[in-house]
């Protein structure tokens, strides 16, 4: 870290001072690069300290300098930088912005849908839609949401419409789209793509910065429980420790154990004290995480550690259907054979296989097994599956 970084984001205004006031004035974009390239080493509240800092320096006379840090992006600046510019704007700098929008670095169009969001150009909209589907997220995210901003109905429908795809990717993407673009409407369509997907984890993990696992539970208590489970399941896999502070996991975990029981509940309890017990037995998945998200991880533990695990084992065998959204979960808490082998005569190939697989970890696998299962289903690929357990 250069020196002129230490002061920028120490605690002596003696230091601070001529350096943010330097950094502005002279468009120190070499200064403002190092800055951005030390976000992950920076605790939130320094990055805000310096964002303050900078602003505090720019004025009319000077404002134009931030357009030389578009080239650096990053979301703890960019509230800092896109409000100077809003405040001191004009039709010569929104005709820059344009052009940029159309022609620069992702970067520089990351800051410039940020900026269309407050100052509403229609000019802006080509733009806006060309890049809502970035590879470049922090792009994506922008666009979607001033397009949300602006209440674009067509970029909106088109969303909604890629929940249907028959492509895995193109469906996240839709979701992504429609989380960023804010209206909630479009919750209802996003649970429905999310009951039906191969990356139900990935979008669930999506939905809930558009809405809360809360606002699902009180609207429709299965899929409030359906959702949560999806997020036990991607948990330390595909959705990083952290957010279960975003989602509030330990708030709703609470909420359901002073529920009446049901065997949605059940399976969703039970999943997670063997998800929690997992998580702090193996040292690989607290070994990066920060001091509070190791303790709220081991508090979930602790509170899940008071259930009666006696009642919600004899509720759970009641999602051994082929049509519950709890299937997978019960066959991994059941002790119930006949339930299992009913499952053999799924229409579905994967609740099929599930419960081959839990019947040979009991060894009480059998031939006749085997063959119900195979006259389950028409597809080569999986039939060789099934012999191969």
């Not at 017990?277 to 509170?303: A, M, S, V």
């Not at 097994?369 to 191969?388: F, G, Q």
Request: proline letters at 2%.
């Amino acid at each position: 870290m250069s020196d002129n970084l230490k002061k920028l984001t120490g605690k002596n205004p003696k230091d601070f001072e001529p350096v943010a006031y330097s950094l502005i004035n002279n468009s120190d974009t070499e200064l403002f690069r190092e800055l951005v390239e030390k976000d992950d080493f920076l605790f939130d509240f320094v990055k805000q300290n310096v964002a303050f800092r900078l602003e505090k320096v720019c004025n009319e006379s000077n404002f134009l300098n931030l357009l030389n840090f578009l080239k650096y992006y990053s979301p703890a600046y960019e509230d800092f930088i896109i409000s100077t510019l809003v405040k001191y704007a004009d039709e010569d700098l929104t005709d820059k912005m344009l052009e940029l929008f159309e022609n620069g670095s992702d970067n520089e169009k990351t800051y410039c849908a940020k900026y269309f969001s407050y100052i509403q150009d229609p000019l802006s909209l080509d733009s806006l839609n060309k890049n809502a589907y970035s590879e470049n997220p922090a792009l994506a995210s922008n666009c979607a949401s001033t397009l949300g901003v602006l209440k674009d109905e067509e970029s909106y429908n088109k969303a909604i419409s890629m929940l249907n795809s028959d492509d895995e990717f193109t469906c996240l993407d839709g979701v992504k789209f429609l989380v960023s673009y804010g209206n909630k409407n479009a919750v209802g369509f996003i649970i429905d793509a999310v009951k039906k997907s191969s990356m139900a984890e990935n979008m669930a993990g999506e939905l809930l910065y558009l809405t809360d696992l809360f606002t699902v539970y009180k609207n429709d208590q299965r899929e409030g429980l359906f959702i949560a489970n999806l997020i036990i399941n991607g948990l330390g896999e595909i959705l990083g420790l952290a957010q279960v502070f975003d989602f509030q996991l330990y708030e709703f975990l609470e909420t359901v154990m002073k529920s009446p029981k049901t065997s949605a509940s059940a399976a969703v309890l039970l999943n997670a004290a063997d998800k929690f017990e997992t998580l702090t037995e193996n040292d690989e998945y607290l070994f990066d995480e920060t001091k509070e998200t190791k303790q709220e991880i081991q508090d979930i533990k602790k509170l899940l550690s008071g259930i009666d695990m006696s009642v919600l084992y004899g509720l759970v065998d009641e999602e051994l259907n082929e049509k519950s959204e709890f299937v997978f979960t019960a066959l991994d808490f059941t002790e119930n054979e006949e339930s299992m082998r009913m499952l053999l005569k799924s229409s579905n190939p994967a609740v099929v296989i599930k419960a081959l697989e839990v019947l040979k970890q009991f060894e009480s696998l059998t031939p006749d097994d085997k063959t119900t299962a195979l006259n389950s289903v028409s597809d080569e690929n999986i039939k060789n599956v099934i012999m191969a357990i």
